[in-house]
């Protein structure tokens, strides 16, 4: 809910507290501000200008050269693109020396050989979001009504120079989904009184029952409807005042009589709809639940598939609403409109939810419907529509109005006790401050002996239980007020438990490796709901998804992360290395519940080391990624029960992917993203890997051992064998280290060879062996024996053959 600071203070008197002072009270007392927005701060200079003569610049065909009068002793040339500029207009008018949004300095300037004295400005120049710029002004410059004068402050007319508080309501708190819910809560915090909008009934010789009548078929689902009708309605721009208001909380103007049901739904909390009289093609209102393959066209002509769930509007025949969520276009409010039909009613919040949910249909209107709106203002909302319609738009209101009330709610009564209150609480408030707080809150008390029986107003529906009023004094007495205790008893230290440190252990070296960690979201479309999947079951689908996008449950982490390295590097972010620990969810049959499983996953693309002057850069490449879980894996333990197994996976690069075996199990893969689905995501060369971590956590760690350091030289020997292409280096390193023996202390592949002096379907690899006894030096003989054994062992395990 956005706030203005300058029309909170038609209901209350701030006495010159300042927007952040007041922002700190209301946070303090239970409702979260989440910001304070200072539209105009950075801008100056900007004032009202009249335009006295208008002409096309004799050099260019698309700028127009204008006199504007500014208030001052002569009135200024200034050149002007925009379209709609035109003799007689006042306008906003950036002069010589001020300073737009972005510190954008206005100076002297020649434009096409005229001279240009200043800026004549759209509202988007002056730093209002186009979305709620009037349609009519989103292409060119705005156009103040005549009343101004030449030289005013601009932001002034326009409420820039407002405060607007953000405030971040808890669904319960539904009450301040309105400025006067909002002028309840900051009275009571700062001790005044609200002043309530004086409403003035005209009267007229025409009833509004001769013109409509009203038939609620649905009593349940909306127990009141009331109808008022406005005649001779001249649609036109409301009021600037009114237009600043709504932009100021976020809603586009329109015309006057959209507007004032819009002013109204801000002002009351109560959700209006205007209906043209002529356009709705009948003398009665009906509201009934849809009939099966009913549909209708709403206001953002869009045609709805309606359900027998869905309440709807009708003029007897055909549906001219949805209930609660949006009017048809069969009877939209248009220029030509004469007679308003003004709707006012109460609809069951769950009905609206079920109606809006279905069509995706989010609404102002609909937020409030859900949460709960006040019955006792919707009789005063609409009589104060009524109002200004008449008053902004020259209407004439009929006496009376249609109506249907099977309302029957009362103000809640409930009790508690100043014992109850102090115990809860730990305090020693006394009585007549219990008092004085339900009175700021214009909540009436009663006192019977010990009880304290308040009278909840409808307006605060939160309200039901005797907790609830401990709460209500709590926070108005002061959070900060209320006595500090230490807990009694023995306390035990805490700690972690051995899988939740290695995953902080996992966290921390990757992001020390650079890694950065991203959190994505574990709902996904049913597509991606199974690519990459470790195990290979159905995806979970929710029952009442946000979106298709969102509607299934993940069984691997990489389709998410790689939607995360497309859009950066769609921002031209071109280096990236990412990871994730998070949960997927394996489907357990109908009526169980999935099981969460942990993966750890990692997306790496771009340079790993940029191009520096100490350095060559470096591409990441399948090797970069296996030697950071190479790492990760020696940090935890684990690197010699890790092995790597060449394999195919669908939406993986064939000759550039392998599986990552933890003592002889499949735990995961690393690898390239195959050619295709990097073309089809507008990624560059992009390398991933995924694994369960439970394993990795679970599994048996040898004892920490050390080895003295070598009094002993060692010695090398260098091999270079020839094998077929499909042997791999791991099965040779794995036979080298199985037949070395206990003098042979390290194997490491440092070259490979396959080019024009090697055999069709032959590959050369060479590995570096390191001999050493620790208790002697070695000599020829014995490094020889045991190089001999390693060589046969290769040859009759792999067929290798030394390379001459």
């Not at 590097?569 to 109908?590: K, M, P, V």
Request: aromatic share 6%; proline share 4%.
């Amino acid at each position: 809910m956005f706030v203005s600071y300058k029309w909170l203070e038609d209901y209350v008197e701030l006495n010159g507290i300042s927007a952040e002072e007041l922002a700190e009270k209301i946070t303090r007392s239970g409702i979260e501000v989440e910001g304070v927005e200072h539209p105009g701060d950075g801008i100056s200079g900007v004032v009202v200008g009249h335009v006295l003569e208008c002409e096309q610049h004799p050099n260019a065909d698309k700028l127009n050269k204008c006199l504007v009068d500014l208030g001052e002793d002569a009135p200024v040339q200034i050149i002007c693109g925009a379209p709609n500029v035109a003799k007689g207009q006042k306008v906003a008018v950036a002069k010589v020396g001020a300073v737009l949004p972005g510190n954008f300095k206005i100076k002297r300037a020649k434009l096409r050989g005229e001279e240009s004295n200043g800026m004549i400005c759209s509202l988007q120049e002056l730093g209002i979001e186009s979305k709620l710029v009037a349609k009519e002004y989103t292409e060119g410059i705005f156009v103040f009504p005549n009343g101004v004068e030449p030289g005013a402050d601009a932001l002034v007319q326009l409420n820039i120079d407002d405060r607007i508080l953000e405030l971040g309501l808890t669904p319960n708190r539904s009450d301040c989904l309105s400025m006067l819910g909002v002028a309840y809560e900051v009275a009571a915090i700062l001790g005044k009184s609200v002043t309530l909008p004086s409403i003035e009934k005209n009267s007229s010789s025409e009833k509004a029952t001769d013109y409509i009548s009203v038939k609620v078929e649905e009593t349940e689902d909306n127990p009141l409807y009331i109808a008022k009708v406005i005649k001779n309605i001249q649609v036109g721009p409301s009021p600037l005042w009114m237009q600043t208001r709504l932009m100021a909380a976020g809603i586009r103007p329109h015309n006057n009589v959209v507007d004032i049901t819009n002013y109204i739904l801000l002002e009351y909390g109560q959700p209006l709809h205007a209906f043209d009289y002529d356009r709705l093609g009948s003398k009665e209102i009906v509201v009934r639940k849809a009939r099966p393959n009913e549909k209708m066209v709403t206001l953002d002509d869009v045609e709805r598939e309606l359900s027998t769930d869905h309440l709807v509007i009708t003029n007897g025949n055909e549906p001219v609403a949805l209930a609660g969520v949006m009017g048809g276009a069969n009877s939209e409010v248009q220029k030509d409109t004469v007679t308003v039909l003004l709707e006012s009613a109460y609809f069951k919040g769950q009905t609206v939810r079920n109606a809006s949910k279905d069509h995706g249909l989010r609404s102002e209107a609909s937020a409030r419907f859900e949460k709960g709106v006040d019955p006792n203002r919707i009789q005063e909302a609409a009589d104060r529509a009524s109002q200004l319609m008449a008053e902004y738009a020259g209407g004439e209101v009929l006496s009376g109005e249609a109506i249907v009330n099977e309302m029957h709610i009362e103000p809640a009564v409930v009790s508690t006790s100043l014992t109850k209150i102090n115990k809860v609480l730990g305090t020693d408030i006394s009585l007549d401050k219990v008092q004085e707080i339900f009175n700021r809150l214009q909540f009436e008390t009663s006192i019977d002996g010990e009880e304290i029986i308040v009278t909840v107003p409808t307006r605060r529906g939160d309200i039901t239980i005797e907790e609830d009023l401990i709460e209500e004094v709590a926070r108005l007495y002061g959070y900060d007020n209320l006595p500090k205790t230490l807990p009694t008893g023995a306390a035990t230290p805490g700690g972690l438990t051995p899988y939740q440190s290695k995953r902080r252990t996992v966290r921390r070296f990757l992001e020390g490796a650079g890694l950065n960690q991203a959190v994505t979201y574990s709902l996904t479309s049913s597509d991606k709901a199974v690519q990459y999947a470790l195990d290979v079951r159905t995806p979970v689908k929710l029952s009442m998804p946000m979106s298709e996008e969102r509607s299934f449950l993940r069984l691997s982490i990489l389709p998410q992360l790689l939607e995360v390295v497309s859009y950066n590097l769609a921002r031209q972010n071109d280096s990236i290395a990412l990871f994730e620990l998070g949960a997927t969810f394996l489907n357990n049959g109908e009526g169980e519940l999935p099981e969460e499983e942990e993966h750890l996953a990692g997306a790496l693309t771009g340079n790993w080391h940029l191009h520096s002057w100490q350095a060559e850069k470096k591409a990441m490449d399948f090797f970069v990624a296996k030697g950071v879980l190479e790492g990760l894996f020696e940090k935890l333990g684990l690197q010699q029960s890790i092995a790597y197994r060449a394999v195919n996976m669908d939406g993986m690069h064939p000759g550039r992917t392998a599986e990552i075996i933890l003592n002889g199990d499949a735990i995961g893969f690393i690898g390239q993203v195959h050619p295709n689905v990097q073309k089809a995501l507008d990624l560059k060369e992009t390398y991933v890997f995924e694994m369960k971590v439970a394993p990795l956590f679970t599994a048996e760690v040898p004892a920490l051992a050390y080895d003295p350091i070598p009094r002993f030289p060692s010695i090398t020997r260098d091999i270079a064998l020839v094998v077929d292409q499909s042997v791999s280096a791991g099965k040779i390193e794995d036979t080298i280290i199985k037949s070395g023996g206990k003098l042979l202390k390290d194997v490491r592949v440092f070259d490979l060879y396959e080019g024009e002096h090697m055999e069709p379907g032959k590959k050369s690899v060479a590995f570096s062996l390191k001999y050493y006894d620790p208790e002697k030096t070695l000599t020829d003989e014995e490094v020889v024996k045991a190089h001999e054994i390693v060589l046969a062992a290769v040859k009759e395990e792999t067929g290798a053959e030394l390379r001459g």
